[in-house]
């Protein structure tokens, strides 16, 4: 019987055991398995957009579904359901002489999008910086004390993981690649299956081209249809596996630096002052008339030698666009006779960009909608009109509509450029990439649906086209996870049966043994030798007292 109880305790001691080991599994186990499904299924990243006039930061969150997917991207919100989207000024290149103060500089950036980050993530979110055209027009050497700063100054501001290669000054071929992404993202051209692509056999949906122009530079990129031309393409793979056709791109591609708007309005300024030195050559003249500005409007030059002049409006449009046409004229080497060029001197590949659907984005939106409010679908004859209408007023009439909010859309310097920034965009586009005046499918954009379209998020979608591996990873790890859990509950639920069965079995058991002696004695009290047995005692008792 102490055996029996010694075993019996075993039992359930080795099942205590068990289930203190399964309902540990259970949880930390479990809930590990539960936060990677719900809560790590995002990662989280910052860039920013170090532009010549200003630095935006955007925060961005994704998932990925499958490594044969493109990641699933979107704006990180704040309490309001906006983008997390800020901006300091000026341009990082204004550091360029003293680059120890640009990691103070981006710090207020980080530590507002830091807060919106979830703690669990802070550690792994990614983290990119890329400066653009405005550093591009420093020196190298200004260049490299400003990007050395921020990678030895930015860790002691901020608890992000900082890696040097993530900060960098890109070049204008790949500010064009991620917008070319950004808008294609946008507009679900990377999702649908349809056509049949010559180069590589896969059915994909036709993209679409863009023209980017800032204030330094203008990027244009739009795909090929097959890989025939060379100059300034890029194969881009969007893809998690490099291997794999399914997200490859033959992209035109290019950049050209000093065009964006407000280097042109810098060579159209000098393009003036030649012309005061040519027709003026023997007086003392120190103005011009200058149809690229409002009607009595006047602005006041600086040259670089110290001298002056004076610009004085005249609002005629026409004469603005024709003298831009000549600034693209002379800054253009001459094109070999066997090619077309676009202006500049680059060489352009054998498409009509009259034929594709091509969006215009920054200046070619804010010129079009600040002041004329016809962003959009561009009709060429309404711009024309409307662009040649405005820049005739005389500049008091405009101060004054402004004044009444008929142009809530822009500041005075909006107002004072409008006539040359017009000009200077159509000229880039009839002129420099021939796009017909009436047969285009062009288009200016700011947003596409609900979404900002930026290089930023172009950026982050390519630089995390691995992050679906990482994905498939985890679900394998969470099937092991899962599986173990499934087997050991299995375990538990045989051996708890089993224990009870045992534990049933031995009750039944006991208590059957119990019966048993309980009628061997009862059917012995019963039996007539057992009684006459009995008798014979009792008797015998009495006689002997």
């Keep these: 019987m102490a055996r029996m109880e010694w075993r019996i305790k075993t039992v359930l001691g080795l099942v205590a055991v068990i289930s203190l080991i399964f309902f ?45 997917e493109l990641i699933q991207i979107e704006p990180v919100l704040d309490e309001y359901h906006q983008p997390i989207v800020k901006k300091v000024s ?29 703690s669990s993530h802070r550690d792994s979110a990614s983290f990119y910086l890329f400066a653009t055209a405005g550093m591009r027009l420093l020196s190298a050497e200004q260049q490299d004390a400003v990007m050395n700063s921020l990678h030895s100054g930015l860790p002691k501001f901020t608890k992000l993981t900082i890696i040097p290669e993530n900060i960098r ?13 950004a808008v294609n993202y946008i507009l679900g051209r990377f999702k649908s299956i349809e056509e049949e692509l010559p180069v590589s056999g896969n059915k994909r949906k036709s993209t679409v081209g863009m023209i980017d122009m800032g204030g330094a530079s203008t990027q ?52 003036l002052k030649k012309k005061i030195y040519v027709d003026n050559s023997t007086t003392d003249v120190s103005y011009v008339r200058d149809g690229c500005l409002p009607t009595n409007l006047m602005r006041l030059v600086t040259n ?45 590949p054998p498409v009509e960009l009259s034929s594709i659907e091509l969006y215009g984005f920054s200046e070619y939106w804010y010129s079009v909608e600040d002041v004329l409010a016809l962003g959009g679908a561009y009709n060429h004859s309404n711009f024309e009109e409307r662009a040649k209408s405005f820049c005739s007023q005389r500049w008091p009439v405009i101060k004054a509509k402004a004044k009444a909010q008929l142009y809530p859309r822009a500041d005075e310097e ?18 420099g990439f021939y796009v017909s ?28 086209r691995y992050f679906p591996l990482t994905y498939e990873n985890s679900i394998q790890t969470n099937t092991l996870q899962s599986g173990f859990y499934k087997i050991f509950t299995y375990i538990f639920i045989i051996l708890l049966v089993f224990f009870v069965g045992y534990i049933f079995c031995y009750q039944m058991n006991k208590s059957s043994d119990r019966k048993s002696s309980s009628a061997f004695n009862y059917n ?3 039996d007539p030798e057992s009684i006459q047995v009995m008798i014979g005692r009792t008797i015998t008792g009495k006689n002997r007292i």
């Design 24 to 68: 540990t599994f259970l949880v930390f186990g479990d809930n590990e398995y539960v936060a990677h499904t719900e809560i790590d299924e995002y990662g989280y990243g910052i860039i920013i957009d170090a532009g010549s006039t200003g630095s935006r930061l955007f925060l961005y969150r994704w998932k990925a579904t499958s490594e044969k």
């Design 90 to 118: 000026p341009g990082l290149s204004s550091f360029g002489s003293k680059p120890g103060d640009a990691p103070a500089y981006i710090k207020p950036l980080i530590d507002y999008a830091y807060e919106y980050i979830p």
């Design 169 to 181: 000054v890109i070049d204008g071929t790949w500010e064009g690649i991620y917008n070319w992404i």
């Design 220 to 271: 244009i990129a739009f795909e090929l249809p097959d890989d025939s031309f060379k100059s300034d393409v890029q194969v881009i793979n969007l893809g998690a596996h490099d291997t794999d056709d399914l997200f490859r791109y033959h992209v035109f591609v290019t950049t050209f630096l000093g065009f964006g708007v407000n280097e042109g309005s810098k060579k159209y300024e000098n393009y």
């Design 304 to 348: 670089d030698d110290g001298t002056q002049f004076l610009r004085k409006g005249t609002g005629e449009w026409d004469s603005c666009v024709e003298s831009i046409k000549n600034i693209l004229a002379e800054e253009s080497p001459k094109c070999p006779p066997t090619h077309q060029c676009y202006f500049g001197g680059v060489l352009a």
């Design 414 to 431: 909006r107002l004072e450029t409008q006539c040359f920034k017009s000009a200077w965009i159509h000229a880039i586009l009839h002129d």
């Design 437 to 464: 005046e009436n047969r285009h499918k062009f288009q200016s954009a700011n947003k596409i649906g609900d979404q900002e379209v930026q290089w930023a998020l172009g950026a982050m979608i390519y630089h995390q």
């Design 524 to 526: 012995r009290l019963m």
